[in-house]
């Protein structure tokens, strides 16, 4: 019976995430998922996806915390989020020097134009409202 509304659930969310063929919602909650950064586009360009994703993540707690992994660095920081609206506030970080190619500083600094998220399947897209940044997240593995 456990496992029956389970699937009831599932089934009912994934009915509701369609609209005009398109999935709007992700069958991985936002508070609670570690999502990792799989790709990045800066000024309406190119897609670039990111070598090591597992060592770009973030995690939101329902509490109004952000725990942060930036390659070798590790960091806490606050948000505020609604249905669309999503804002990091100041992100305090581990100072470990990472290895040359690091992208740790984009990282953080694409965090801090953040503005909005959607969900397209299950990728996270979080953006910034004048189309600057785009960052792209899966769920991390567990």
Partial sequence: MKHVSRLAVLL?????????GVAALSPFPLLGTVWAWHAMAVDGGV?????APER??????????ARVRADCNRG??????????????PIA???IGCPAGS???AFLDALGRIDQYRFEGVDLVLASKDGRSTMRFKPAPS
């Fill in 12 to 20: 009912a969310a994934t009915c509701a995430a369609w609209s005009d």
């Fill in 47 to 51: 897609r670039t996806p990111i070598e």
């Fill in 56 to 65: 770009y993540t973030i995690e939101l707690l329902p509490d109004g915390d």
């Fill in 76 to 89: 806490r920081g606050r948000y505020q989020a609604n249905d669309v609206e999503l804002r990091f506030g």
């Fill in 93 to 95: 970080t581990t100072k």
């Fill in 103 to 105: 992208r740790d500083r």
